[in-house]
């Protein structure tokens, strides 16, 4: 643990994260953010919250293919942790339906997200708000 942080667990982490989603993190891709509503918190957040879990626990960054009625409709991306557990904080977004599928393992972008750097940093210090310092990313 780095000196300075507050003890916490994967529990922590799951309530923090559940308790930081809102509508300015979601993914404004395929209009997520339009669709975005807390009763579906979730929705639109896989990316980033799969890259915080593995900024904190490591280990492998898994993406898939999404469909509904045979048509995809974008990616979706949880952890492999390095204990090889699959960790989904996110799966419970797909009410309609949907499937995942051609899961595979994708190498963590280096350097800022190119796209979703802004909402990755808010959603980053909103749970940096609730458990204290996290580990920086890898």
């Given at each position: 643990m780095?000196?300075?942080?507050?003890?916490?667990?994967?529990l922590d982490l799951d309530k923090a994260l559940r308790s930081s989603w809102a509508a300015d993190t979601c993914s404004p891709d395929d209009l997520a953010r339009a669709d975005w509503q807390?009763?579906?918190?979730?929705?639109?957040?896989?990316?980033?919250?799969?890259?915080?879990v593995n900024d904190v626990?490591?280990?492998?960054?898994?993406?898939?293919?999404?469909?509904?009625?045979?048509?995809?409709?974008g990616f979706h991306w949880w952890n492999r942790l390095p204990s090889g557990v699959?960790?989904?904080?996110?799966?419970?977004?797909?009410q309609h339906g949907q499937t995942v599928t051609a899961a595979r393992h994708v190498e963590?972008?280096?350097?800022?997200?190119?796209?979703?750097?802004?909402?990755?940093?808010?959603?980053?210090?909103?749970?940096?708000?609730h458990l204290g310092r996290l580990p920086e990313p890898s």
């Open positions: 780095l000196e300075g942080m507050t003890p916490w667990n994967l807390p009763g579906n918190p979730a929705w639109g957040h896989c990316d980033i919250t799969a890259l915080i626990f490591g280990g492998d960054l898994v993406v898939g293919e999404v469909y509904l009625d045979g048509t995809q409709h699959e960790l989904d904080l996110t799966r419970e977004q797909f963590r972008p280096p350097g800022p997200l190119p796209r979703r750097w802004k909402e990755y940093l808010l959603l980053r210090d909103r749970v940096t708000k």
